[in-house]
C-alpha cells in the first residue's frame, strides 16, 4: 500500500512538472498590444527552426499616423542557442551607438524570477535604417524562459515620443508572459 501511494506521489509530481514546463520549440512569449489599435500579426520567415518571430503591425484608415507601426516578436530556442539576457542591452547599444554617436541606453527595469533573467530597456536618439539618428526610441524588452530566450521590440518616433506613450509601452511590455 505504500509503495502504491509512493508511486502515486511521485506520478503526480512528475505530471505537475510536465506541466509547468513549456515544451522547447512551443515555448512563447505573449504580449498584449494596446487596444487603441488594430494590430495584424504575420510569421517572420526564419532560414532555421530554432528562431521563430511574428511581426505585429497596425491596420486602419491611417496606420502610417499611428505611433507604433511594427512590433517584433523573437523567440530563440536555447537548445540551438543558447543565449543569455544578460548583455543584451550593452551590445544593442554599442551596435547603435555606432551609428548614432549620442545614442543614450536606459535600463527601465531587471528581474531575476526562478534563476532567469528579463530586461526591459530604451535606447534613445537612435534611427531605423534609413532615417537620420535622433529620429527614434527603441524600446526592447528580453525575458529568458525556461527553454527559450524572448525579444520584444519596437520604434516610437521621436516626435511621438511622450511620457505618457512611453509609460504605456513600458507597462504593456512588462506584462508579457511566457507560456
Request: charge should be neutral; glycine fraction near 6%; proline fraction near 8%.
Amino acid at each position: 500500500m505504500t509503495r502504491i501511494l509512493g508511486m502515486t506521489i511521485y506520478l503526480f509530481f512528475v505530471a505537475s512538472l510536465a506541466e509547468a514546463q513549456p515544451t522547447p520549440g512551443k515555448e512563447t512569449l505573449i504580449v498584449t498590444l494596446p487596444t487603441e489599435y488594430r494590430w495584424k500579426s504575420d510569421k517572420i520567415p526564419k532560414d532555421t527552426k530554432g528562431i521563430r518571430g511574428v511581426a505585429y503591425t497596425t491596420r486602419g484608415k491611417n496606420p502610417e499616423s499611428t505611433p507604433v507601426q511594427t512590433v517584433t516578436v523573437t523567440t530563440i530556442d536555447r537548445r540551438y542557442y543558447p543565449m543569455k539576457a544578460e548583455g543584451t542591452p550593452e551590445e544593442k547599444w554599442l551596435y547603435e551607438k555606432a551609428g548614432c554617436p549620442d545614442a543614450e541606453l536606459e535600463i527601465v527595469d531587471s528581474k531575476v524570477v526562478d534563476g532567469r533573467m528579463a530586461i526591459l530597456y530604451s535606447i534613445k536618439s537612435t534611427k531605423l535604417p534609413g532615417g537620420e539618428c535622433g529620429s527614434v526610441t527603441l524600446m526592447t524588452y528580453v525575458a529568458e524562459g525556461p527553454t527559450a530566450l524572448h525579444t520584444v521590440e519596437l520604434a516610437i518616433p521621436t516626435p511621438y515620443l511622450t511620457p505618457e506613450r512611453y509609460k504605456q509601452w513600458c507597462d504593456a511590455l512588462l506584462l508579457s508572459r511566457i507560456e
